[in-house]
């Protein structure tokens, strides 16, 4: 199974701020890494598909990067709406694996 | 509008079983791969299981293999997953997804609002 280990776990911020999350995978996946946004009590919500494509409606200042083995999300600059959540998946094999989260909070 | 309602949770006993229903609707569901995936209180998602199109494929995670049966009806737009000897660590909140994947790009694109399962004596 593909482990996926996203670093780091939780993360302090201010508005305005720009913060950077990573996602790395045990074995190569490509570029088939998707990232998500979920909101206390909210269903998970496509942010980036194929590491780097915006989903539509998705705000610029999200962007994402990587291929093979290491991912990163980048906010460039921080809204008070973008305090959640995120979550990787990769979608190159099965069993599909997400990583375990970062919690991303205002400071 | 896409919509996915997910229903069926509820509380059950060890060993009991459940049967969760996603009705769909604002897309062609008969074109899209669906998935469950759940989330156990406080915890990360984990994948359970996806059912292509044509219900021609089903994949599972370990930790359901066995107990739990994917299936759909496309003449119903209606996803189901047949959940049997639940676990204690089966609580979680099940959400339906469409699975979007076309060669180079694949994505869960749209979700349910999820339904809560308890398993608990």
């Known amino acids: 199974d593909i482990q996926l280990t996203q670093s780091p776990s939780f993360l302090s911020a201010s508005v305005g701020d720009r913060v950077t999350i990573t996602c790395r995978a045990s074995q190569g996946i490509s570029r088939y890494l998707v990232w998500y946004q979920q909101k206390p009590g909210r269903a998970p919500k496509l942010l980036i598909y194929?590491?780097?494509t915006l989903q539509t409606g998705v705000p610029s200042r999200f962007s994402g990067s990587g291929s093979g083995t290491e991912f990163t999300l980048t906010i460039s600059s921080l809204q008070p709406e973008d305090f959640a959540t995120y979550h990787c998946?990769?979608?190159?094999?099965?069993?599909?694996?997400f990583g375990q989260g970062t919690r991303l909070e205002i400071k | 509008e896409v919509q996915l309602l997910e229903s069926g949770g509820g509380l059950v006993q060890p060993g009991g079983s459940l049967r969760l229903t996603c009705t769909a609707s604002g897309f062609m569901f008969s074109s899209y791969a669906m998935s469950w995936v759940r989330q156990a209180p406080g915890q990360g998602l984990e994948w359970v299981s996806t059912?292509?199109?044509?219900?021609?494929?089903?994949y599972y995670a370990d930790s359901v293999r066995g107990r739990f049966t994917i299936s759909r009806d496309n003449s119903k737009n209606t996803l189901y997953v047949q959940m049997n000897s639940l676990r204690v660590e089966d609580t979680a909140i099940y959400y339906c997804?469409?699975?979007?994947?076309?060669?180079?790009?694949?994505?869960?694109?749209?979700w349910g609002q999820g339904v809560l399962v308890t398993v608990s004596s």
């Open positions: 194929g590491a780097s």
């Open positions: 997804a469409t699975y979007f994947y076309d060669g180079g790009n694949r994505n869960f694109d749209y």
């Open positions: 998946q990769q979608l190159h094999s099965y069993p599909i694996t």
């Open positions: 059912m292509c199109n044509n219900g021609g494929c089903t």
